[in-house]
């Protein structure tokens, strides 16, 4: 697995958990984020400028992880380096997806056990998206967490599982795992302490690419004292620390190809090959180069290699030659001595076949057997379609043939019976030739009738066609007609509604006018009485005048006409200002006769 697919599942994880509705989207600035912290783990200088200018063509909505793609993959993945620490990466991924997707489940194990659950998944699993690992890959991390426990496989325990898995996809996804595991199922009779462990063994093997640790003495370079030291094996070198806690790391082995372990205790022997420059000037003999057949390697000494014995008390010693210096290392028994010389040689043979860890080609292995499995089950699928089809086509030319012989049969069987029925039918023929002549005399004359009906038929479909016509013609009068009506009703409509409306205005304009003739009849019966006190004031006036003054008669100017009274009162209108009153009440009442 490269440095890009490795890197793509944890963001894939991150990615996904930020797309909180499940739609394939995040917002830009959850984006923005993401990328800052991608960049910082990742040690490459962020460039929020390229960001803005990657989406600046987008619109205001969330982005969608095709569209991500393009700037993760120009901007980050492909700046990326083998420089950077893998934990800090995968810890800023695991932080931004576990609360979503874990919430509050309770499980047998801590959080940190979870996110080593992670990391192993994302090493084993698919390389197709969404991550699942299938159930080959779960069969393998349970076996060696069974191990690590130091438990007893049990097949039931997982046939149980898979025969679940079956009923679904053969699958799981991450946290699938996370709550398999924490649920305790393969772990009974464990405490959580020692499944703990054994997660944090599997742990190392896989993702740390420990491949073996335990403590040992070494033998220091300047003091020359042994003191004991945890040594952690790894492809490239071995590092040794104060404690198996790691807190203080105090040197490391390189290893490469020219690497080499000797066991002090086991004498080994050689013979060398001494290559002599003789000067026969002066007569001298010098030594050039030496060949060590059981190493291989070239020296420039002339003297045998001696075995080295252990010393100083120190039982189980071995020596480990790198390019710079060696080292002497003291294991507690035979046994570890043995378990660690034959993993630092496996670590310095494939160095020098440029192979990688064991773990890794083991895992590219099996991918490669399921992969050439998943290949072999579609050629054998497509084989057996291919098998099936010539089958069913052997079957359908075989029920073909089966129906054929069988009408074969019952026509040899008819034309038996129709033999047998010719001599008489023979007999009958030259009687029918006559009852046939007839025959075509009476089928020539129903065929002049047929002709004679086909004839009338055709007249009739014609007649049929021209009333058919004229029905259309008459329903398209009818449409027209009823659209004429429509137009004619919707207008009388208009009219109807605009004369009660000139009749609720003439109605209101009457009552207006009773309202004011009542009002002028008011004035008028004040006028009046107004007029009757004056009348009667000025009679006894004038009653007094002519008692003082002697006979006095007032000059009244006279009437010019007669007075006119109307339902106002007397002389109220004029007769011009009485026409036009009425003329104007008539308009009115023919205005509210036409409305009704």
């Known amino acids: 697995m490269t440095l890009r697919d490795e890197l793509l599942k944890s963001i894939w994880h991150a990615f996904t958990a930020l797309d909180v509705d499940k739609s394939g989207k995040v917002s830009k600035s959850q984006l923005k984020v993401l990328s800052h912290n991608l960049c910082t783990v990742l040690g490459i200088p962020h460039d929020p400028v390229a960001l803005e200018e990657h989406f600046k063509d987008d619109d205001e909505g969330p982005v969608s992880n095709q569209g991500y793609m393009p700037y993760l993959n120009k901007f980050i993945l492909d700046k990326a380096k083998d420089n950077f620490d893998r934990q800090d990466f995968n810890k800023m991924c695991w932080t931004l997806c576990f609360r979503k997707n874990l919430g509050q489940k309770q499980l047998f194990i801590s959080n940190d056990d979870a996110f080593k659950i992670w990391c192993i998944f994302n090493f084993l699993s698919e390389d197709r998206y969404p991550l699942v690992i299938v159930t080959e890959e779960i069969e393998y991390f349970l076996r060696k967490l069974t191990e690590a426990m130091g438990g007893s496989w049990v097949e039931e325990r997982f046939e149980d599982l898979k025969l679940e898995l079956s009923s679904k996809q053969q699958c799981l996804n991450v946290w699938e795992l996370i709550t398999l595991v924490g649920s305790g199922q393969f772990s009974k009779g464990m405490d959580q302490q020692t499944l703990s462990m054994g997660i944090s063994e599997v742990y190392q ?62 004498p080994f022997y050689c013979f060398v090959i001494c290559l002599f420059h003789v000067d026969k000037k002066n007569k001298t003999t010098t030594t050039k180069k030496l060949f060590n057949s059981k190493t291989g390697e070239m020296f420039h000494s002339c003297f045998p290699l001696q075995s080295l014995q252990d010393k100083e008390g120190k039982k189980c010693l071995f020596l480990i030659k790198s390019s710079q210096k060696s080292f002497e290392i003291s294991a507690s028994d035979k046994k570890k001595k043995q378990e660690w010389i034959q993993a630092i040689q496996m670590c310095v043979n494939l160095l020098r076949q440029s192979r990688p860890a064991p773990h890794h080609e083991a895992r590219q292995k099996r991918r490669d057997l399921r992969l050439r499995q998943q290949a072999e089950q579609e050629e054998l699928e497509l084989r057996m379609r291919e098998l099936q089809t010539a089958n069913e086509a052997k079957q359908s030319e075989l029920e073909k043939m089966r129906k054929v012989r069988q009408e074969m049969e019952e026509q040899v069987a008819q034309k038996s019976t129709e033999l047998e029925q010719y001599l008489q039918r023979v007999q009958e023929l030259e009687d029918m030739y006559h009852k046939l002549e007839e025959a075509l005399e009476v089928e020539r004359r129903a065929r002049q009738d047929e002709e004679t009906v086909r004839k009338l038929q055709a007249r009739l479909l014609e007649e049929e066609a021209e009333k058919r016509a004229e029905l259309e013609q008459i329903h398209l009068r009818q449409q027209r007609a009823i659209s004429e009506t429509e137009a004619e009703k919707q207008e009388l409509e208009k009219e109807r509604l605009a004369k009660e409306s000139a009749l609720q205005a003439a109605m209101k304009q009457l009552d207006e006018l009773e309202q004011e003739r009542q009002g002028a009849l008011e004035q008028y019966q004040t ?21 003082q003054e002697g006979m006095l008669r007032l000059i009244q100017p006279g009437s010019k006409g007669p007075q006119k009274i109307t339902n106002w009162g007397p002389a109220a ?23 009704q």
Not at 208 to 218: E, F, R
Not at 527 to 547: C, G, I, P
Not at 578 to 585: F, I, M, T
């Open 205 to 266: 093997e896989l993702i740390l690419d420990v491949l073996k640790q335990g403590y040992m003495m070494k033998k220091g370079h300047k003091r020359k004292n042994w003191t004991e030291r945890w040594f952690v094996l790894k492809p490239g070198f071995i590092s040794y620390y104060v404690g198996e806690d790691l807190a203080e790391k105090k040197g490391d082995i390189p290893l490469d190809g020219s690497c080499s372990v000797e066991a002090r205790n086991h």
């Open 527 to 547: 006028v009046m009485k107004k007029l009757e006190d004056a009348t009667n004031n000025t009679k006894s006036w004038k009653h007094k005048v002519a008692q």
């Open 573 to 595: 209108f004029s007769d011009v200002e009485l026409n036009l009153r009425e003329k104007q009440w008539q308009e009115m009442k023919n205005q509210a006769a036409q409305a």
